[in-house]
């Protein structure tokens, strides 16, 4: 197997890895928004207080929900990661399948589309663990560990299902995590092969130059028949 389909194959395995993620980052994200009634959990405030029918003791209420962009956003990057890595595992396939090789211009635009995937991907994932870790300082204030929190009732809100709210952001950070490796990945193959186009055009137009010198010396160097 050549350079070029390693890299293909590589590339496959890096756009499925990333397809499967996707569904880490949306699935759950949406989930959670459906349980607590269309609420962002990222950066909520609250306020604890004690309460007498509460087998805790405790009850927290909501001073503000997080901004619906800030959950939108995760969503929204599942859904795209999840379209840009399956059109990208169709055209690799399809190019390791025929055995042919894509144009600097299809790898160049890869490239790019990747990194731009990539950079936004980091973002979204950054945001999405400062955002549980706010939640999770609001939560551990009365509850010592913020997992446990899922199993408790605490929230002092109605039609909110704090089941496995926990486990539905550990997914997401989890799936965008790791879905930004994945696509570091990528984006590290796509730059190699427009390096490697880029490193062949020299070596062309290099061989080429070296032909018309010499072919320039030859004709200098032919005796002139009389």
Same mark, same amino acid.
């Given at each position: 197997?050549?350079?070029?389909?390693?890299?293909?194959?590589?590339?496959?395995?890096?756009?499925?890895?990333?397809?499967?993620?996707?569904?880490?980052?949306? /699935?759950?994200?949406? #989930?959670?928004?459906?349980?607590?009634?269309?609420?962002? $959990?990222?950066?909520?405030?609250?306020?604890?207080?004690?309460?007498?029918?509460?087998?805790?003791?405790?009850?927290?209420?909501?001073?503000?929900?997080?901004?619906?962009? /800030?959950?939108?956003?995760?969503?929204?990057?599942?859904?795209?990661?999840?379209? /840009?890595?399956?059109?990208?595992? /169709?055209?690799?396939?399809?190019?390791?399948? !025929?055995?042919?090789?894509?144009?600097?211009?299809?790898?160049?635009?890869?490239?790019?589309?990747?990194?731009?995937?990539?950079?936004?991907?980091?973002?979204?994932?950054?945001?999405?663990?400062?955002?549980?870790?706010?939640?999770?300082?609001?939560?551990?204030?009365?509850?010592?560990?913020?997992?446990?929190?899922?199993?408790?009732?605490?929230?002092?809100? !109605?039609?909110?299902?704090?089941?496995?709210?926990?486990? #539905?952001?550990?997914?997401?950070?989890?799936?965008?995590?790791?879905?930004?490796?994945?696509?570091?990945?990528?984006?590290?193959?796509?730059?190699?092969?427009?390096?490697?186009?880029?490193?062949?055009?020299?070596?062309?137009?290099? $061989?080429?130059?070296?032909?018309?010198?010499?072919?320039?010396?030859?004709?200098?160097?032919?005796? $002139?028949?009389?």
């Amino acid at each position: 197997m050549g350079i070029g389909n390693t890299l293909l194959l590589a590339q496959c395995t890096a756009y499925l890895l990333g397809l499967l993620l996707s569904f880490f980052m949306a /699935v759950p994200m949406g #989930q959670n928004q459906s349980n607590f009634d269309g609420n962002c $959990l990222l950066y909520a405030r609250g306020t604890w207080s004690v309460n007498a029918t509460s087998e805790a003791g405790w009850k927290m209420d909501i001073n503000y929900w997080g901004p619906q962009s /800030v959950c939108n956003y995760s969503i929204y990057m599942g859904i795209m990661t999840m379209i /840009v890595a399956f059109v990208q595992l /169709v055209r690799t396939s399809l190019f390791l399948y !025929k055995g042919l090789d894509s144009s600097f211009l299809d790898a160049f635009v890869s490239f790019v589309v990747n990194f731009v995937l990539t950079t936004m991907l980091f973002t979204s994932a950054i945001i999405l663990t400062m955002g549980l870790s706010s939640w999770c300082h609001e939560v551990t204030q009365h509850i010592s560990m913020c997992e446990e929190a899922q199993y408790s009732s605490w929230l002092n809100v !109605k039609g909110i299902d704090t089941s496995s709210f926990y486990i #539905q952001l550990g997914m997401v950070q989890f799936g965008s995590w790791c879905g930004w490796i994945c696509w570091l990945v990528a984006t590290m193959l796509t730059g190699l092969r427009v390096y490697n186009y880029h490193q062949r055009e020299d070596i062309l137009r290099s $061989l080429q130059r070296e032909k018309d010198r010499m072919l320039g010396t030859s004709t200098e160097q032919r005796p $002139l028949l009389i």
